[in-house]
């Protein structure tokens, strides 16, 4: 499904490696063409990891929607990531007719999951057919 | 000490309710005569609370540190806050040499917790007086 | 106007001092009961300062409009202000049904325009029955 | 340089087009190959446009610093962009010892260069070794 709706960035290395009620792991494969010197993980990789696992949350909640974009994204780079595949796990924070927000967590695969790499905190816009049926009860637009 | 240094914003009805190893809780008094009609609660005393959460995080690792100073704060606005105290827990994601940085979540004292009110991150940038030999040992630059 | 809708930011000691097409200048007055030792201005007044010109901006294009609602905003501190009465100047980069984005740049009315003071963007969340009619016919959603 | 010091990024199609004093011009090239279904750039991709044009931007006033890394980056996405190059200016807003910041906006090269495609802003992290001396006696730090 991935796949087929974002062909670039899963080319890119992307993955799905979670998926909860309102949570979701992504996850950066480790591709030395695809880093700086030193092995150095770029930082719109990093971004494009954040960014993608908030897409997956939404996902949770919403079911598929190709049309659910970022509407915008916050990042702090915390540490270099070096030589390792990067997780992110995003959890929403809150779900609106018309935006859902979230925070991510980025942290390398073979290290402490509480030394970050990065963290960030975003809304994705939602189309406007996303109506209210479609959503949990217990969320308030 | 709180009131000592920081006159303007204890008196805008902050106080610190929890302090950890790496986080905090603030809370804003409701005061009726600080809000606006119907008793919203207006978004620079919720960037208000959620600063100085932030910085009884920092102090938490730190110790007293008046010229420790906001560097960034990005705050989402996620549901108006109505009629009740606030609270906002920070939780510090990265201690570093020159910046620290936590994510804050922002609720209502008489409500649900994980119904956030507000979502912030941000850093704060330390004095250069602030040597390794202060920070924990478990924390890189 | 700005009086009646936000009485509480009013007496904060913020008003409009221009309004232009898609850009407004606000004014947070120096008054030495509100600041921190030093005659430092708090950072919360500052954010204050560039909510409400962001508010003014959005003002110039829609109207009035006390339904409009801060949605997110980011504001990096670059230098204390100090001593002196701050002007912010909101330029709106974007308007469309649902919000409205601008960015904002605070200076000290005593010092150089290009001496920032804080750097802001941020967007204003739209209500509903702001329909298309009502917006320019040059922008698109 | 750019080349020598940002193969991945370079391979991504980025290029410098425009140097000034605090200012630069980036540019993504538009390559079929690289984007979502619809020609749609995907954000990631805007977002290391962006990054890239602050790191320009530090470098005409700091000189070639590989070192200089981006410590936090704030987009808004304002539209989607379809079929065409874009183009980023950043200026930069504060230079400081530690941190210079930077704001910026992508538009696309084919149309009206007031319809921002996105906007961000954020700050890059200087290198210890960044003394005074290197920069302009007209900035404070």
């Known amino acids: 499904m991935v796949a087929a709706t974002f ?4 080319e ?5 490696v979670e998926l909860g009620d309102g949570t979701a792991v992504a996850r950066l494969a480790f591709d030395e063409t695809n880093v700086r010197p030193g092995g150095i993980v770029p930082g719109p ?10 897409w997956f ?13 970022t509407s915008d ?10 030589g390792s595949a990067l997780l992110a ?3 929403l924070t809150k779900l609106g007719k018309r935006l859902a927000h979230g925070e991510i967590r980025v942290w390398e695969e073979d290290g ?6 990065a963290f960030a905190s975003g809304a994705y816009a939602l189309p406007d057919h996303n109506t209210d049926d479609r959503l949990p009860k217990t969320q308030d637009a």
Not at 7 to 10: G, L, Q, R
Not at 12 to 16: H, N, P
Not at 62 to 68: N, R, S
Not at 112 to 117: F, H, M, N, V
Request: glycine share 6%.
């Open 7 to 10: 062909p670039v960035t899963t």
């Open 12 to 16: 890119m290395g992307f993955s799905c």
């Open 45 to 54: 990789s990093i971004f494009g990891l954040a960014d993608i696992s908030l």
């Open 57 to 69: 949350a939404v996902f949770t909640k919403i079911g598929f929607e190709p049309m659910a974009v």
């Open 73 to 82: 994204l916050t990042i702090h780079f915390l540490r270099p990531a070096v």
């Open 89 to 91: 796990r995003c959890n």
């Open 112 to 117: 402490d999951p509480d030394r970050l790499i």
